[in-house]
């Protein structure tokens, strides 16, 4: 019961890390366009960032049974992925690189889950067909979209910025930019809506992987009568995880996360309310779309993605590439380096006897 605390205790950190890591995804954009001040946009996007999260369980799904064998997960397990998911969100926020938390939790996972099974490698779902024919696994539902989205947030942000611009070529700056600064804070809105739809349900799945696994390997079996709802003999995402999670990354969001604000909002790409908008609109479709099929997105990867998009639209040079080549080594190297982290922290605890 104690080492589920601390996974709980780690699991909610995680979240509020996510919240203040990620409150750029939602808001760079809208503050970098003076659309709304700081302070207002993160409580707009904290608001909207709480109502996603509670709007399904797929992506948890995902995250809790369709990536590793949960016969090899024990608490540790859970323990060291979340704390090598910490420790890069903490990492890259201090350097002020916008990378993905999904992706640190999934290589975590997967490092903690090989350290477990002593290096077996069959304990990564890498690609699974069920009888429906629906498909899950890594490759399918992590490596894919890693690649894909990213390429369609780049190539949506600079359409749709084209259309905006054909669209609005006899109109004045002046209208253009009164129109899009309305129409912004419904974009950011839905921003942090997709945001909250997808990235709180990765923590909701971890939690629940917790309580299934204390379950069905007996260790909650001494439970006193009052904590009975911790048992989950089948993999479900109670309500009470959910809320819990959604509560956590707004507190989170609430937080701010400037370094990282600074860097989507300001150095990428010199933007007006209408980039803003088409990047932000770009990125929430492409999210929630994915938050519907269950597949656990970098929303990271997408909205970076989408303002550069909408940057190289306005004029390739608009968009600060060396800058860019930051932030993507950062993407390249973060399930690599979180799985290497996931893995050792578990032979450590191992060897604790843990």
């Avoid at 709480?50 to 064998?69: F, P, Q, R």
């Avoid at 009164?178 to 942090?192: E, P």
């Avoid at 007996?218 to 959604?246: H, I, N, Q, S």
């Amino acid at each position: 019961m104690t080492l589920f605390l601390l996974v709980l205790l780690a699991a909610l950190v995680f979240e509020y890390i996510n919240g203040f890591h990620d409150t750029a995804n939602a808001i760079a954009t809208v503050v970098s366009t003076k659309v709304l001040s700081p302070r207002w946009a993160i409580t707009w996007a904290a608001g909207f960032n709480l109502l996603g999260a509670l709007t399904g369980t797929a992506v948890a799904t995902t995250i809790g049974k369709g990536l590793v064998d949960t016969q090899y997960v024990t608490m540790a397990t859970v323990l060291g992925a979340l704390i090598s998911a910490i420790i890069w969100g903490l990492v890259t926020w201090w350097l002020g690189l916008p990378s993905s938390s999904s992706h640190a939790l999934v290589g975590g996972l997967c490092g903690a889950a090989l350290g477990t099974a002593d290096g077996n490698w069959n304990v990564l779902h890498w690609s699974i067909t069920s009888a429906a024919g629906a498909h899950s696994g890594l490759w399918p539902k992590i490596v894919m979209p890693m690649v894909l989205s990213p390429l369609l947030g780049f190539v949506g942000g600079a359409l749709l910025m084209f259309i905006l611009t054909v669209i609005l070529r006899k109109i004045t700056p002046r209208v253009v930019n009164l129109i899009f600064g309305k129409a912004q804070l419904l974009s950011a809105g839905f921003m942090g809506f997709s945001h909250g739809s997808n990235d709180a349900q990765k923590t909701m799945g971890i939690i629940a992987l917790a309580l299934f696994t204390g379950t069905t390997s007996g260790a909650f079996k001494d439970l006193p009568a009052w904590a009975g709802f911790l048992r989950t003999p089948e993999f479900t995402v109670p309500y009470w995880v959910m809320l819990t999670c959604a509560l956590t990354m707004a507190a989170g969001t609430a937080a701010g996360g400037w370094r990282i604000i600074r860097t989507m909002g300001h150095k990428m790409v010199k933007m007006q309310p209408v980039h803003g908008f088409a990047a932000e609109t770009t990125a929430a479709v492409i999210i929630h779309t994915a938050s519907t099929y269950g597949v656990p997105v970098s929303t990271t990867h997408v909205i970076a993605t989408s303002i550069m998009g909408v940057g190289a639209m306005k004029r390739f040079s608009a968009v600060k590439w060396g800058l860019v080549g930051r932030i993507v080594w950062a993407w390249v190297l973060t399930l690599p380096l979180t799985g290497l982290l996931g893995y050792g922290i578990v032979r450590l605890l191992h060897s604790f006897g843990i």
